[in-house]
């Protein structure tokens, strides 16, 4: 591709650029077989931290020399409770994050109806309130109506009773020109009159 774009130019020129073209090739491939090989590295060093345990053969502790001698029973006894512990371990991990998404649904329904309950209080205190602001207008109406009521009779009695009163005075003047005339005032040993205060007549 180069010698077909450069046919023109120098020989020099051609020879710097295919060189400078090869060295940067060379280096990227070994910065990627670099990169790929600290890849590997890290990989095998993940896969070494994790340790396999050793297998529980001594159940039962029958033995009684230096050397022990398992037989394929018993390493097949062996890895089957094997198997069965790490089943009954990812049981009880199953069993533990349920139990603790129960008790994290539980909190969350807790704090909903807290909230929940404190919105249907906050609307019955309105409601209360409005009730009451009803009931105050309501008795302030029918107080200013009895009020009102009251001020009328106490009116009316008033007006009937200086009525009456005119009329009292002038049957009271019609019947004193009829009555019979005042009895004589009471005199003492001595002959002296004696008047009555008022509020005595």
Not at 40 to 59: E, G, H, M, R, Y
Not at 99 to 108: D, F, G, S, Y
Not at 162 to 189: C, D, N, R
Request: net charge positive.
């Amino acid at each position: 591709l180069i010698n077909d774009a450069m046919k023109d130019k120098a020989d020099k020129l051609l020879q710097k650029l295919t060189s400078a073209l090869h060295l940067l090739q060379v280096q990227n491939k070994l910065l990627y077989l670099e990169n790929k090989g600290m890849c590997t590295v890290l990989a095998t060093k993940k896969t070494q931290k994790k340790q396999s345990k050793p297998l529980n053969l001594q159940q039962r502790k029958e033995f009684h020399g230096g050397a022990v001698f398992w037989s394929p029973k018993k390493v097949r006894e062996a890895c089957t409770c094997k198997v069965v512990k790490q089943q009954q371990d990812k049981a009880e991990k199953l069993q533990k994050a349920e139990v603790r998404q129960l008790k994290e649904l539980a909190i969350l329904y807790k704090k909903m109806q807290v909230k929940e309950a404190k919105v249907e209080q906050k609307r019955f205190k309105e409601v209360r309130k409005k009730e009451r602001e009803v009931q105050a207008a309501g008795a302030a109406a029918t107080w200013a109506q009895n009020n009102k009521k009251k001020m009328l009779k106490m009116l009316q009695n008033l007006y009937s009773c200086t009525k009456e009163a005119h009329v009292v005075e002038a049957a009271s003047g019609e019947m004193a020109a009829l009555a019979a005339p005042e009895l004589p005032p009471k005199v003492t040993t001595c002959g002296r009159s004696i008047r009555l205060p008022s509020k005595f007549r």
